[in-house]
């Protein structure tokens, strides 16, 4: 961890966000469009955080990374994987509909963000390939998708999102338990092969997924030779 | 107040008083949030250091912090993402400790505490001082697992817990405030959770 970050814009207040759009990636996860009256050019791979507040003044917030490429500011996407017991996000499932408002307040966040111009190499497993896939838009959009390899680590083709999207000659998928029939890679883990086809010297790393993903992905990591310093890690736990 | 539509979450009449505004309790889960490679740290090369403004620099092993006075915090711990954890129990020993070895000078108003990854935050003195700050090895009896900061952290409870610095290595005393990792990235540069200090200019 040596990089100096570049500075952050400073962040805003809330915002009441309208949603525009809601529609399934997989059974537990679900995208929202969110149109802002006051918008804010964000980074891929940064977050917003969604307020809810209840009539008796109870309000219950979580973060949710920005899956929609930093051209997109007028209106963002924000990926929500349902969590058994989520407050928030379950909420956000079962009773959010297109028309209604929320409020959200960023973006946030100036560590785990990929700027469009040098070389990375993006790990992510499950809910965490949210803020990997603003990074793969933006580079796609931009003609650079040679600077970025995408490891993508999904359950089974069901719950591998973006799929429609994702499939790319800088992307890989691997299935840990279930994979397409004719699927070249047998399901299993993460392991160090498929990271090994994916390095590359100069490239820093992002690595996203559950803290058991993240810290199995970043140990295979250094195994391959990758400098810790190199690594950044976001970790999603079970606080949605 | 914007109430959201069909909103009525776990009620506020049911709030612990113990949980500050915007955050929720997690229960027995203790959730991990680090932003870089969980570190491998031997206690036979594991350091703390307390240097800068100081009339006696001073490092001490694994061993010779052991051999300081122990202490212990039991209360609550709060993080930016908005989960706390209640009556949590951490021993060590307090920061007052090892200052009052190194002995600030009288120009130190502030602190930057440094990890062994190369993590920094800063903080006031005065909010590492008088019990307020610990450096603990132990949580409910069992040494600290490595990814919540093990083998020692800096645990300062009444802020933002990413001020408890992670596989903390020492102690830097200045006479300015100097943003560490999260405060140059957007984060608040002394986060009181009752003040719901999370970002800059909160």
């Known amino acids: 961890m040596t990089d100096q970050p570049s500075p952050v814009p400073s962040l805003g207040g809330w915002q009441t966000a309208t949603v525009i759009d809601i529609h399934p990636e997989t059974p537990n996860a679900k995208t929202f469009r969110l149109a802002l009256p006051t918008p804010s050019p964000h980074l891929a791979g940064q977050h917003y955080l969604v307020r809810l507040t209840a009539p008796d003044g109870y309000v219950a917030s979580r973060s949710y990374s920005v899956a929609s490429p930093p051209q997109d500011t007028v209106e963002i996407e924000l990926t929500v994987e349902r969590l058994p017991d989520g407050e928030v996000s379950s909420f956000l499932h079962e009773v959010v509909m297109p028309g209604d408002e929320l409020e959200v307040r960023g973006p946030i966040g100036g560590w785990f963000v990929w700027r469009g111009e040098a070389p990375a190499l993006l790990v992510g497993g499950g809910s965490g390939v949210v803020p990997l896939m603003a990074m793969l838009r933006l580079a796609r959009r931009t003609g650079r998708a040679h600077l970025l390899r995408l490891v993508v680590s999904a359950r089974s083709p069901a719950d591998l999102y973006y799929a429609g999207e994702l499939p790319g000659p800088e992307t890989t998928i691997i299935y840990s338990r279930t994979a397409p029939p004719g699927w070249a890679r047998p399901p299993g883990r993460l392991n160090r092969d498929d990271l090994t086809a994916a390095l590359a010297p100069e490239a820093t790393t992002y690595v996203c997924g559950s803290p058991g993903f993240a810290d199995a992905a970043t140990d295979l990591l250094i195994g391959a030779g990758v400098a810790p310093g190199r690594i950044r890690v976001e970790r999603f736990g079970p606080t949605g | ?202």
């Open chain 2, 1 to 202: 107040m914007r109430i959201t539509r069909g909103f009525h979450g776990r009620g506020q009449a049911s709030r612990d008083p113990r949980l500050p505004p915007g955050q929720y309790d997690t229960g027995s889960a203790w959730p991990v949030l680090t932003a870089e490679a969980t570190p491998k740290l031997a206690t036979d090369t594991w350091s703390f250091t307390v240097e800068g403004l100081v009339e006696a620099p001073t490092t001490w092993s694994w061993e010779a912090m052991h051999a300081l006075a122990p202490a212990t915090f039991q209360g609550d711990i709060h993080c930016v993402t908005t989960w706390s954890k209640l009556g949590a129990t951490f021993s060590g020993v307090s920061v007052d400790t090892v200052l009052a070895a190194a002995r600030p000078l009288p120009s130190a108003t502030h602190v930057l505490a440094f990890g062994h990854t190369g993590y920094t935050t800063n903080l006031p003195l005065a909010d590492v001082t008088v019990g307020q700050a610990w450096v603990v090895w132990d949580y409910e009896g069992r040494p600290l697992p490595v990814e919540h900061g093990g083998p020692a952290r800096l645990l300062v409870p009444h802020l933002y817990f990413w001020k408890s610095a992670k596989w903390v290595a020492g102690l830097r005393l200045l006479d300015h405030d100097e943003p560490g990792f999260w405060e140059q990235n957007g984060y608040h540069d002394r986060g009181d959770p009752w003040l719901e200090q999370r970002y800059q200019g909160d």
